[in-house]
């Protein structure tokens, strides 16, 4: 059968399609560079919605992230946060966080200090950046305010009473309550992202409002698992508090959440709109280093793809995301085969004890940088000039322990762009 | 369809059969239980099964639940699941397998039936109509339309003309049912000067051999219509307005190894390059009224076959055709869209209740677009959107590119608005 090559071609490439990946593709278009972008969606479906910057270190909970920073200079130099500075990392959060805005996902502006968010099981954890449908849980909690939480029959992964359970000491005034999803009560497993779907649908939200109505009695404000809609949270949000009349939060539920979920389509749809070549759920098969830059090989439902590009990002995670492989004696970085930072042999990836407090050595394991954010071959040199890297994939860090994913993802992704754009244009 | 206790032909060894159907590299081991497929998956929860739980009992070598569950009668083989999982697994293959061992008896009948009708006749056609009745309607049809005004005196639909460049394929509906709704595409053709053939063998643009999981069914059938394209030279094998009958083809040839000397490609992707070259000027100056319009991917042509490619042509034609302001995306879409339901043969398979269930959330992404018509570049898509708004009273209506483009071009004649409402059944047509 006849088929047509097809070939994309930009200046810049970005390898990896979570949270780096996408940070990458906004920073470049901001800067006016022409972008394609491949990869798999990753575990980006697996957030919470919380952006965090730093929000652990030894000390424990961090409240004031930049002050955290400073710190974490002096004590883990290598770490990627360390080698961005405090003005680089505002810039990169407030536009990151504002592109979101804009594009209809509400976040936060960045602050001075960390807040403390509520998670599915009603613990409460440090993060910097929230949607702005979560974020009026943490005024009703600062008050005290009377909170009904809702949790649904058949919805696993978020139980209102368990939420209850564990705030209720530092929030008395929580009440829980359980109740039908409107057509959807029948009692069978439902998932949170086909409730925030269906309340995209007026109609759907009235009924809910008339089924949460009554319940509400003396609360002054109402917590939801995180189901208010999927691509227009925030109209979906107005909506329910305009029916009901009190302040309405999310709450996150288990992973895979709408959060993620959110996320993932806005890139899908928005980013293609704004003139990125978006190969979305495709992996870079190949890539070839030449001099004048990059070629991609790939392969979609139709067949072979090829994307030509003057400059690459790879920002393709860890493990999960395919990004590094645990073989049976090493780690490797599965692409390009680049260096990677790990522990000496299989038994030092981890310590005895999992919750061991001071992690695991394999988690730290990661591609190593020179200060251009050009990754590094064998030999310690960079791999290639016009190749850069971002993200979880960087050694050094410990994002999931010390609470800095997005921190790392949209600083490093800041960085490796700013460089990248420059090795593009440079000839 | 019995589905009372269904036994099948013979129990699979789902884990065994994956080894050998996935791609290298691909496992299911790789699965993380996290439940992305069933929470994307309007199916979930249908027979008491979801795409999750058919991986974990494949997993658990729950051969003989697996191999009889009616499920596999409901998922429509869209693979939003292995399109959203962080993974990339593939349920639908394991479906179709499932779906080849029944027997043939236990199967839906609708399904065996439309692809036994195809096998029966030259011309292919589901619907059981015979190269001679396809011609003489053709015929008869053209006639009609010539009769329609000086401008389409010399409008031609050759049949079985040797060399031509685009060899045109046919949905049955329309030669069986709706004989009329072929005028616009061919006035389209005859407005372009498209060098263009039906055939009187294999023109039938649906397969739903493919849908009763009979791979030998599905290969005879593609023979059939590749050696039809083969035989009259042409370059082009241009699927109208359909999905699954592009995907059967151009996978087909892929997985029979099968040798054909043309470029298979969908019609609105040359709507697009026409309308791009000028050779098509549609506008939207027709729409004063503001009517709203959104559209659904197949599929078939989007997520399973041609990518968001395809996605962004359908809506480019859509959004000259009925303005920008007037054109209103579903959430998702493109190849993150939602089968609506009327894929996989799920309309001909006669689990009413089931597939009203699995549109809900079709019905719901359209109602939430409150758009007025709902454009769909697939006859499955098609009938099935028009039945949920039947069943779920909705208000909007479903129509063809063509029935627009002919309306914007100011060509459209008066018996071929079946699909519109009462707001444009008179535009253009003076007093």
């Given at each position: 059968m006849i088929k047509e090559p097809r070939r994309h071609q930009a200046e810049l490439l970005v390898i990896g399609s979570g949270l780096a990946g996408m940070a990458a593709s906004l920073f470049a278009l901001a800067r006016g560079v022409s972008v394609a972008q491949v990869g798999n969606s990753g575990v980006i479906a697996f957030t919470t919605g919380y952006l965090d910057l730093l929000g652990h270190d030894e000390r424990g909970f961090v409240d004031d992230p930049w002050q955290a920073l400073i710190r974490l200079r002096e004590d883990e130099p290598r770490h990627p946060l360390a080698n961005v500075t405090e003005n680089d990392i505002r810039a990169a959060f407030t536009s990151f966080t504002q592109s979101l805005t804009e594009m209809g996902l509400g976040y936060t502006a960045p602050g001075a200090h960390n807040v403390l968010a509520l998670t599915p099981a009603g613990t409460l954890k440090p993060t910097l950046s929230l949607p702005l449908t979560m974020q009026p849980a943490i005024a009703a909690m600062a008050a005290g305010l009377d909170t009904l939480i809702v949790d649904f029959t058949?919805?696993?992964?978020?139980?209102a009473r368990e939420v209850v359970a564990n705030l209720s000491q530092r929030w008395p005034g929580l009440r829980a309550a359980r109740i039908g999803f409107p057509d959807m009560d029948s009692g069978a497993e439902v998932y949170a992202e086909v409730l925030a779907r269906a309340l995209e649908v007026p109609a759907t939200r009235q009924l809910l409002a008339e089924r949460i109505g009554p319940l509400l009695g003396s609360a002054q404000a109402l917590g939801l698992p995180a189901i208010l809609g999927v691509h227009r949270p925030d109209h979906v949000h107005r909506e329910l508090q305009s029916l009901l009349g009190v302040p309405v939060f999310e709450i996150p539920t288990m992973p895979p959440a709408v959060p993620g979920v959110r996320l993932r389509e806005l890139f899908e749809t928005r980013l293609p709109q704004c003139g990125v070549a978006l190969e979305p759920q495709h992996r870079v098969k190949r890539l070839e280093l030449h001099t004048q830059g990059v070629t991609a090989h790939l392969e979609d439902a139709y067949g072979e793809v090829t994307i030509e590009a003057a400059a690459a990002v790879l920002a393709t995670g860890r493990f999960t995301s395919g990004g590094l492989r645990a073989d049976p004696n090493a780690i490797r970085e599965t692409l390009v085969n680049l260096a990677v930072s790990q522990p000496e042999g299989r038994a030092h990836w981890y310590r005895p004890d999992y919750f061991d407090p001071r992690g695991h050595a394999i988690n730290r394991s990661g591609v190593m940088v020179d200060e251009q954010w050009r990754p590094l071959d064998a030999t310690g040199k960079p791999a290639h000039p016009r190749l850069f890297a971002a993200g979880?994939?960087?050694?050094?860090?410990?994002w999931i322990r010390q609470r800095c994913g997005a921190g790392v993802a949209i600083a490093t992704a800041y960085k490796a762009v700013d460089a990248a754009t420059q090795a593009a244009r440079s000839g | 369809m019995n589905t009372a206790s269904p036994i099948a032909t013979h129990t699979i060894d789902f884990k065994a059969a994956a080894r050998d159907l996935l791609p290298p590299g691909a496992s299911y081991d790789a699965c993380l239980s996290c439940g992305l497929c069933s929470a994307g998956c309007p199916a979930s929860g249908l027979e008491g099964m979801d795409p999750r739980r058919f991986i974990r009992m494949a997993m658990l070598g729950m051969n003989e639940e697996l191999s009889t569950t009616p499920w596999i009668w409901t998922c429509t083989q869209c693979q939003r699941c292995k399109y959203v999982c962080p993974m990339s697994i593939d349920v639908a293959v394991l479906v179709g397998l499932a779906r080849g061992a029944w027997p043939t008896e236990k199967k839906p009948s609708g399904i065996v039936r439309s692809c036994e009708a195809q096998l029966r006749f030259p011309g292919t056609s589901a619907m059981g109509l015979q190269e001679e009745d396809f011609v003489e309607t053709v015929e008869e049809t053209v006639a009609s339309v010539r009769g329609q005004g000086d401008r389409f005196a010399r409008l031609e639909a050759p049949i079985d003309r040797q060399g031509a460049h685009f060899f045109v394929n046919q949905n049955s509906r329309e030669p069986a049912t709706e004989p009329e709704e072929m005028g616009p595409l061919w006035k389209i053709f005859d407005y372009v000067g498209a060098d263009w053939t039906y055939s009187s063998t294999g023109w039938a643009a649906e397969n739903f051999c493919m849908f009763t999981g009979d791979d030998q069914a599905w290969r005879k059938m593609v023979e059939q219509r590749v050696a039809a394209v083969n035989r009259l030279g042409c370059k082009v094998w241009l699927n109208t307005e359909c999905g699954h009958s592009f995907y059967t083809v151009w996978k087909g040839v892929e997985r029979f190894g099968l040798k054909a000397d043309f470029e298979p490609a969908s019609l609105v992707s040359y709507y697009a390059r026409w309308i791009r070259e000028g050779r098509l000027p549609v506008n939207a100056e027709w729409n004063t009224q503001g009517i709203k319009f959104t559209v659904q991917d197949p599929c078939q042509l989007v997520r399973k076959s041609l990518g968001d490619t395809m996605a962004d042509d359908i809506r480019y034609v859509a959004r000259m055709l009925v303005g920008e302001e007037n054109f209103i995306d579903m959430?998702?879409?493109?190849?993150a869209n939602y089968c609506c339901g009327g894929g996989g043969g799920f309309l001909q398979a006669g689990m009413k209740e089931q597939r009203w269930a699995y549109g809900k959330r079709k019905f719901d992404q359209i109602t939430s677009t409150q758009a007025d018509y709902v454009l769909t570049p697939c006859h499955n898509c098609h009938s099935q959107i028009e039945d949920l708004a039947r069943h779920f009273h909705g208000g909007y209506r479903v129509v063809h590119f063509w029935t627009l483009i002919c309306l914007s071009l100011g060509m459209l004649g008066e018996h071929e608005r079946k699909y519109l409402g009462p707001d444009l059944a008179r535009l253009g047509l003076g007093a």
């Open positions: 058949g919805l696993n992964g978020f139980s979880s994939l960087l050694a050094h860090q410990d | 959430a998702p879409s493109r190849s």
